[in-house]
């Protein structure tokens, strides 16, 4: 299974307003290794016009300048998304918390943190242990595993659908429509059966929460879902189609952003035994591994703001209603903010990574992911001493997300 961004991918229908400087997102190449056509734009072109129009900023001082001192929103002056499908009409993350502005963010934030908080994390950390210690159990059975099927999304899956009240039998469901309908956040740039595919998905995704929605109305019980309808009903008097589209939006979030996180980190992991001794002669170091691993290989490559007034970065002033690309696997890398970037290193002692993005849209479910990654590295690590360990072929996903879908390894 491959990546709908980086395979048969025509670039849309847009006059030429600039360049990709070697980093082209829609390339073969990109998703397989970005990084040295990153460290190439950053150092040619750290504010670059594309030539689709969007302004992709690069430099780590950058990227955390707009997102502490711009002003900036998520639709253009018009109210349209910049990157959404048009067509694309049910479920439109339009009326996603992740696209809207206070107050309307709020608003909706709130409701979700109502059970997405440090609190629920805190909750369910046996059973996340207890995740990781039937998977490992299993793999030692085996002589091996799939780190993905069997840990990276084994994880987050239970954990997500049981915070928002989807029973067991359903989580298999989700496997393809959350990879898919991830493209919807880039979907005006990707080709029309990618388009189809990830409308198809919003659809899917559309039919089971408004069927869950209707019988948790009927019975409320003490998930997100029930929790989201009893302060809807109480206060703010959103629509269920609006709670929909919430609950849509933080399945995917908390399935396809974890999985890449305990994916890309246990990879990394593999790719540097040395590391992965270090972690387990030190396992206090599991912290500042996780962020390490999110610095090094985050799973979301790039996000979007849309200025609101005339903002000066990188010695050019772009104007209001710039869409801007925010490079945050580039300014994760960026030399001048990070020394040796490009070695993993999980005592690194300054790990401010841009992965969960920033200011009001700043990741809502950071710390339930950053659990969950502990405790996946942590098992690993443990129970693979003295085991060689041989890497199969990596596939990835048709998540627009740096996600994959397999990554099988064999002990000996």
């Known amino acids: 299974m491959t990546s709908a961004i980086d395979t048969n991918v025509t670039e849309p229908a847009t006059e030429s307003a600039g360049d990709w400087c070697g980093a082209d997102p829609f390339a073969p190449s990109f998703r397989d290794d970005p990084y040295p056509a990153l460290h190439g734009l950053r150092e040619r072109d750290p504010v670059n016009l594309t030539p689709v129009g969007t302004w992709r900023i690069s430099r780590y001082d950058d990227v955390a300048a707009i997102f502490r001192t711009a002003k900036t929103s998520m639709t253009l002056s018009n109210g349209e998304s910049p990157n959404f499908d048009p067509l694309d009409k049910r479920g439109s993350f339009l009326e996603f918390m992740l696209n809207k502005d206070d107050p309307e963010h709020l608003v909706l934030r709130r409701l979700a943190t109502l059970t997405l908080n440090p609190k629920t994390a805190r909750m369910m950390e046996d059973e996340v242990k207890l995740t990781v210690k039937d998977a490992m159990d299993e793999a030692l059975k085996r002589g091996g595993m799939d780190v993905v099927p069997h840990m990276a999304h084994n994880v987050p899956s239970r954990m997500v659908c049981k915070i928002m009240g989807i029973p067991e039998c359903d989580r298999e469901k989700f496997n393809e429509w959350t990879a898919a309908r991830t493209n919807a956040f880039f979907a005006k740039f990707l080709p029309p059966e990618v388009q189809q595919r990830t409308r198809d998905a919003g659809n899917a995704m559309a039919d089971y929460f408004e069927a869950l929605m209707r019988e948790r109305r009927k019975n409320l019980g003490d998930d997100l879902i029930s929790t989201m309808i009893r302060a809807n009903d109480s206060a703010d008097k959103l629509s269920d189609d609006t709670l929909v589209i919430q609950a849509i939006g933080i399945i995917i979030a908390g399935y396809e952003t974890t999985i890449g996180l305990i994916g890309n980190g246990m990879r990394a992991l593999l790719d540097h035994p040395d590391q992965t001794e270090k972690l387990r002669v030190q396992p206090d170091l599991v912290n500042n591994a996780v962020n390490e691993c999110l610095r090094y290989d985050t799973p979301i490559l790039f996000n979007w703001r849309v200025l609101q007034e005339p903002f000066e970065v990188g010695g050019k002033t772009l104007p209001a209603d710039a869409v801007i690309w925010q490079m945050l696997a580039s300014a994760n890398r960026d030399p001048a903010r990070f020394e040796n970037p490009d070695v993993f290193d999980i005592e690194r002692k300054d790990v401010s990574h841009q992965a969960f993005g920033g ?54």
Request: hydrophobic residues 45%; glycine residues 8%; positive net charge.
């Open 359 to 412: 200011g009001i849209h700043h990741c809502i479910g950071n710390t339930l992911a950053r659990m969950e990654a502990r405790h996946a590295f942590s098992e690993f690590a443990q129970r693979t001493k003295g085991l060689r360990i041989e890497q199969g072929k990596l596939e990835w996903s048709h998540s627009f997300f740096r996600v994959m879908a397999s990554l099988p390894i064999a002990f000996r």
